[in-house]
């Protein structure tokens, strides 16, 4: 079974520009979810899909980031324009169930790197 | 006070000890509790979640949870050097968790 994917895998771009970070969820998986990790912090909850529903994207740093996850499959998320405080690693997970108890698993993630 | 505490280390353990990893949380309408094993640019991989108080055994790894004392911790019995990565313990009430730092662990050969 294939595991969460990300890409690309490290980004480069200068401030202003615009990046669209891409997941691909473990095929079966309703759930998935974005996180965050800017240097030296802990992981941080940006938003959650069940399908192609957001339930909850209260982590969302503000209205440069727009998430989506057309037909339920993949999802992408755009940040737009890119500011150097964007930087940091963003994870990707999903899971069967959105009940407790329940494993997330995480993709490798995308380092991005704002300039 | 961060909602998930963990101490960033390095912790050191020489091969063949025990490994304890510790975590407290702040908010008590956590329910389940997650330990993660991160490499170095790799995806976090679970290890072990629990959500009962008390103890819960796996193979090398035994999750501890107290909901009294709000905390968590991670044991790994003979340590090997392959055990040598960042643990993340996060904390979950609902379907989100809120991740710790993470613990740096270093098994020495």
């Known amino acids: 079974e294939a595991g969460v994917t990300q890409f690309p895998s490290h980004s480069v771009i200068e401030k202003g520009q615009t990046v669209t970070l891409r997941c691909d969820p473990i095929?079966?998986?309703?759930?998935l979810y974005w996180y965050r990790r800017v240097m030296g912090k802990e992981i941080k909850f940006l938003l959650h899909?069940?399908?192609?529903?957001?339930?909850?994207e209260s982590g969302m740093p503000n209205n440069r980031f727009l998430a989506e996850r057309t037909g339920g499959t993949y999802s992408t998320l755009k940040v737009q324009p890119a500011e150097l405080e964007d930087s940091g690693v963003y994870f990707c997970?999903?899971?069967?169930?959105?009940?407790?108890?329940?494993?997330?698993?995480f993709g490798q993630g995308t380092r991005l790197t704002v300039v | 006070q961060k909602e998930v505490e963990q101490n960033s280390g390095p912790l050191s353990v020489p091969e063949g000890a025990i490994a304890s990893l510790n975590c407290t949380y702040s908010?008590?309408?956590?329910?389940?509790f997650f330990w993660y094993r991160q490499y170095s640019g790799k995806s976090p991989e679970l290890i072990m979640f629990?959500?009962?108080?008390g103890d819960k055994e796996d193979g090398r790894f035994t999750a501890q949870l107290n909901k009294a004392s709000q905390y968590v911790s991670l044991l790994i019995r003979d340590s090997q050097p392959s055990d040598s990565a960042t643990y993340l313990c996060a904390a979950s009430g609902t379907y989100k968790y809120i991740f710790g730092t993470g613990t740096r662990l270093k098994v020495l050969a």
């Open positions: 908010d008590r309408g956590s329910q389940s």
């Open positions: 629990i959500y009962s108080n």
């Open positions: 899909f069940v399908k192609e529903s957001k339930q909850d």
């Open positions: 095929s079966g998986h309703d759930n």
């Open positions: 997970a999903s899971s069967r169930a959105g009940a407790l108890n329940t494993e997330a698993f």
